[in-house]
């Protein structure tokens, strides 16, 4: 027997008998456990927070005096009582939380249009409330889906209206906040207005810092009531038990707070935990702890970029720096240049007005160390430098030397002693055995301590490879994995395996880069989840590639696709460009060719909506024209090929410092291999020998021979020739 009983009207707790007397059709209070009737019997009361205490002084009475009695309620806070097994009702899952928008969706507009990416993110954003999503849901009668995503900066103006027959409080998403935040006592509102300032969830710790006036206890007891009140919820991380707010509650928690007019007193405390936080784990993924440091600081991510924003908007130069420091050691441990040479920029002219004192000098230090070497890193990988990175070069330099004794320490040694760490190459015939520069680099490549020397080494292989030398580069980058195989620093091993790799890429060793990607790989999976800003699931599928495996190659291609990062937005294109490769491996010369002339269409969108640099949709123009030219159906991209040679003028027209050899490399290969293909068609030998002569110069710009296998290239020049000369090495 199942009897229900509904409490969200009952305000007081003396009145919940009353009320379960009443629905079970007895007006004796004490005769409740004879009227709910003989045998197994479940007693459902629905909506019990509100009075609490009164139903659990029911219920406990009711099991002591019925043991063949069940009770299920439903409440957003627990009964505290020993009999009790409480069950968290989860957030709907996205394919849930999907299909329940859809369904309510077509019910209000049968014709909506729902395009699944957009009902996917708005699905995200609201939590996967149930509520929330029947509400927005209905708003498709005047708004399209992408209006009502826009629109969820003010989601408790926005999401109201249910229907007329639902109770008052499931009329609005502000309704049912309210409804527990009317439950809270003084102490539980002030903590959700303060906490509410962290996006990315907080310890017990961070939330004592941020609860001003707390003792230890005292913060237990206000998040206990918060989680009671299900406004937080607990849960069990790698790095320990983290707090989490749903990102509806922390929105009404932020109106509070800016209704009560303490934004600007939340706002310093958060500053102080974020630079106390820096201060003390900035080089915590390099040191002797540094998984366990690595996990932590990553759980805090979110937070710290949300109080570098505000640290930059405020002007605080320290709480910038410590911030900064921290977020500059996560993301080196990623490869993440992106967001690295943006944090450089941003931090480049605050960190350089600071004389740090004793405490921040460590931190600045980790800072500039970090952003240089990344810097110089991403300049390299054609990502450019920009004056954020001077100036924190400069900040770098001007600091106390300190003994290269950690890793970061042993970055700033070099970082600080190599001169001209941006500036061009020297190059030629004149270059030393010692080292690309033949000075400072060389000495430290020389040095007792093995970790100098091998960061030292590390900075060389650019040096070499921005030389053109590339078995010396290759040279140098495994002393640099010899240096490191000994630290505790997985981070340091991965780098240098995929940094190895990567050259043997260059030099179209896919066989010999193939273990080396898969050993850092290995590394990566010993630590959980992964993001792979180092792009080693692609360097397995050129690998494959160049090793003759395209089954492997496609096996690497799905994972990689499949497991992208985020941040990784116009990873499409490439995605088409080795599918393309992998067709023409196997011998579908038309299929490939016609997935490089949909890639360069797809970068082309990308590139009109970007204000960015867009050498990388030159560059895949180029290599389009390359592969059609070698395979001999130039008339296809007859357009593309012809505004080739505007572009390379442009580009070499730039100072030398600014232009970017492999990418040059890339147009000269696709022009040398236009004018090889004419010359053949048309019999032309003084053009054949212009091709090769340009194909010769692309190798010296060191061309991406990752993108076009430089071998296939040269084989293709030796075939044209018909043994007619010889390609200068």
């Not at 009770?71 to 009790?84: D, N």
């Amino acid at each position: 027997v199942v009897h229900l009983v509904a409490l969200a009207g009952v305000a007081a707790d003396q009145d919940v008998a009353g009320a379960v007397a009443a629905a079970l059709g007895t007006g004796d209070e004490a005769g409740i456990a004879a009227a709910l009737g003989p045998g197994p019997v479940l007693l459902v009361l629905d909506n019990c927070e509100q009075v609490v205490g009164g139903v659990a002084d029911l219920v406990h009475a009711l099991v002591a005096a019925r043991p063949d009695l069940r009770v299920l309620t439903t409440s957003r806070t627990p009964l505290g009582i020993s009999a009790e097994s409480v069950y968290l009702l989860p957030e709907l899952d996205r394919a849930a939380a999907v299909e329940l928008f859809t369904q309510r969706a077509r019910a209000a507009r049968p014709d909506v249009d729902l395009p699944a990416a957009a009902v996917a993110g708005l699905c995200a954003r609201l939590d996967g409330l149930p509520l929330a999503l029947e509400l927005a849901a209905a708003r498709v009668r005047v708004l399209a889906v992408p209006e009502i995503a826009a629109r969820l900066a003010d989601r408790f103006a926005l999401l109201r209206g249910g229907p007329r027959d639902a109770p008052q409080r499931h009329r609005t998403l502000q309704a049912v906040v309210d409804w527990s935040w009317n439950l809270l006592d003084p102490p539980g509102r002030a903590a959700l207005r303060a906490l509410s300032v962290f996006p990315g969830g907080f310890t017990a710790e961070a939330a004592a810092q941020l609860l001003d006036g707390s003792d230890a206890l005292g913060v237990l007891t206000v998040l206990e009531d918060l989680v009671d009140q299900s406004l937080l919820r607990l849960a069990d991380t790698p790095s320990g038990g983290r707090f989490r707010m749903l990102e509806t509650v922390r929105e009404f928690g932020a109106a509070e707070r800016a209704k009560a007019a303490e934004d600007e007193a939340v706002t310093a405390r958060f500053l102080g935990w974020a630079r106390e936080f820096g201060l003390a784990h900035h080089d915590g993924p390099f040191g002797p702890a540094a998984v366990p440091e690595w996990r932590l600081v990553r759980a805090e991510q979110d937070n710290l970029v949300h109080a570098l924003r505000l640290a930059l908007a405020a002007g605080d130069g320290p709480t910038t720096a410590a911030t900064a420091a921290v977020l500059a050691g996560l993301w080196t441990t990623e490869g993440n240049y992106v967001r690295l040479l943006a944090l450089a920029e941003s931090t480049g002219g605050p960190v350089s007005r600071l004389r740090p004192g004793p405490g921040l000098l460590e931190p600045v230090r980790t800072l500039t160390a970090l952003s240089t070497v990344n810097t110089l890193l991403a300049a390299g990988g054609g990502l450019g430098t920009g004056t954020g990175a001077l100036r924190l070069l400069a900040v770098l330099r001007r600091l106390p030397p300190a003994a290269p004794d950690s890793p970061v320490r042993a970055i700033a040694t070099v970082m600080a002693a190599v001169p001209e760490v941006f500036g061009p190459t020297p190059g030629g015939p004149d270059e030393t055995d010692e080292g690309p520069d033949g000075g400072p680099l060389a000495a430290l490549c020389a040095a007792p301590e093995p970790l100098l020397a091998g960061v030292a080494e590390a900075v060389a292989a650019y040096r070499w490879e921005s030389a053109q030398r590339l078995e010396r580069a290759t040279a140098a980058a495994r002393r640099t994995l010899a240096a490191v195989e000994a630290l505790p620093v997985p981070w340091l091993r991965v780098l240098a395996l995929a940094r190895l790799g990567e050259l043997h890429l260059q030099g179209e060793r896919g066989a010999e880069a193939l273990p080396l990607l898969r050993a850092a790989m290995a590394e990566l999976d010993r630590l959980g989840d992964w993001n792979d800003m180092l792009g080693l699931r692609w360097g397995m599928v050129i690998g494959s590639l160049q090793a003759g495996d395209p089954d492997g190659a496609e096996h690497w291609l799905e994972l990689a696709v499949r497991h992208r990062p985020a941040e990784a937005v116009d990873l499409l294109t490439p995605e088409l460009g080795a599918r393309a490769e992998l067709a023409l491996a196997r011998g579908d010369v038309p299929g490939g060719l016609a997935l490089w002339r949909r890639s360069v269409e797809l970068l082309a969108g990308l590139a009109a909506e970007s204000s960015a640099d867009r050498s990388w949709a030159l560059e895949l123009v180029a290599v389009c024209v390359a592969a059609h030219a070698r395979h001999g159906e130039l008339d296809r991209v007859a357009a593309l090929a012809a505004g080739l040679p505007r572009r390379l003028a442009e580009l070499l027209g730039r100072p030398a410092a600014l232009v970017e050899g492999p990418l040059a490399g890339t147009l000269l290969l696709a022009l040398g291999l236009v004018a090889l293909d004419g010359g053949t068609r048309d019999g032309d030998p003084e053009r054949t020998r212009r091709g090769v002569r340009l194909v010769v110069l692309a190798e010296r710009f060191r061309c991406l021979q990752v993108v076009v296998p430089e071998g296939v290239v040269l084989r293709r020049v030796q075939h044209l020739q018909q043994g007619g000369g010889r390609v200068a090495p």
